[in-house]
């Protein structure tokens, strides 16, 4: 027995030794490769447990989890050939454990080619689109603008402004955010889009690596110093282009009330007018009536009064007249107005 001793617990070692080496667990959010002398042994282990190898055989712990990826930034030139600095981050998985261990190897490995295939796919995008799509986040503004122009126009239809029949006062508010660009019906995405373009260009170099791009966001877009000066004054220019506009919008409205309000000031003048020209003719036939009643009633003091009315207008300080002593005119100052028959 003591001879056999060193042999039990040899072969107690040996059996240990293969269970502890041919047994291995994958926590959770972990998947597994099984190798054999640096060969795959498929298949791939994607659920946590305890499974059995070999004991020669290595095992390969991989991330199951969504991981990250931050670029580093660089300068891109767009279609209008300005030069701006874009910033990138992605979330990505290992969708094929064994696939990644035969391409790749390594995590360290795919953070290196990521940065080759987004900056690829990113350069490519941004140099097929102009500066506005690029740092525009959506064109939900101007699909809702669109909307409210034509709504404006249907319930509107009809109504222009003279000088310019496409606008007024509110169409102006509407279409003043989509001028600043200058090239509205050119822009039909953004940001957004820009962004779902990057990702499926940037799957189609991952899928054969056995990775999986979950997301991709633009980070930051910064523009050079030149191209942000011209940007600036860019919108300065358009600003004002605005401004002038709805000054021009204004000047309209102005004429319009004013002729309105002289049109009004008119038909007013026109009634006063009228209504005085009636009183004056009601008046000058009580004056007729009157006359002719006093004529009627009597003569006498109807003459007397006519004569004198003659004298007032006719004799003044300045008139000079020519006229006999025994004129008709001048009979009642000679002869007193009981003369006057």
Known sequence: MSKLSPVYGLVAILVVGFVYFSFFIIPEGRQAVVLQFGRVIPPAKYDAGLYFKLPWQQVRILE?????????????????????????????????????????????????????????????VISSHNLVEAVRNTNELIQRQDEEMEEFRETHEGERVEGDPELDIRSLELIADQEISGELERITIGREQLTAMLIEKARESMTQYGLELVDVQ????????????????????????????????????????????????????????????????????????????????????????????????GLRDDSRMIISADSEFLKLLREGPGTLR
Do not use: C
């Open 218 to 313: 633009i980070k930051r877009v910064a523009l050079e110093e030149s191209v942000e000066q011209e940007v600036y004054k860019r919108m300065i220019t358009e600003r004002e282009r605005i401004a002038e506009k709805i000054r021009s919008i204004g000047r309209q409205e102005q004429a319009k009330i004013r002729g309105e309000v002289q049109r009004e000031l008119q038909d007013i003048e026109s009634t006063a007018y009228l209504t005085i020209q009636q009183i004056k003719g009601q008046a000058d036939a009580e004056a007729i009536k009157t006359y002719a009643e006093a004529l009627e009633g009597n003569p006498e003091l109807y003459q007397f009064l006519r004569t004198l009315e003659a004298y007032s207008n």
């Open 64 to 124: 199951k989890r969504i991981l990250n990826w931050d670029g580093r930034p660089s300068e891109i030139p767009t279609r209008e050939k300005k030069y701006i600095t874009v910033d990138t981050t992605a979330r990505y998985k290992i969708s094929d454990p064994i696939k990644f261990i035969r391409s790749l190897g390594d995590v360290y490995e795919a953070q290196n080619r990521l940065q080759t295939w987004l900056n690829n796919a990113t350069r490519e």
